[in-house]
């Protein structure tokens, strides 16, 4: 019976909601648009962090072209979309 009981509480506690991530250090919602001057910029941490303080994000993300990424939304992310040539080409949050 144990055998049973134990895999169906392991999955019923694995679907079990967790409580929301804070925000990193005070950072509140982002504002890509806060960032927009950075588009055309070369892919570097000086260029990550400089839009990450532009927009209030806690944090980045960087998404090459056909990369997958997570669909969880964070309101204190931004996006930072590269062209192929790893160029700055968009900036969102989420």
Known sequence: MIRIMLPMLLMATACTPTEPLPAEHGAGLCDADAAKALIGRKMSDEAGQKARALAGAGM???????????????????????????????LSCG
């Open 60 to 90: 980045v993300r960087w998404v090459r072209p056909g990369q997958a990424v997570t669909l969880d939304y964070r309101t204190d992310r931004l996006n930072i979309m590269l062209d192929d040539k790893d160029r700055i080409a968009s």
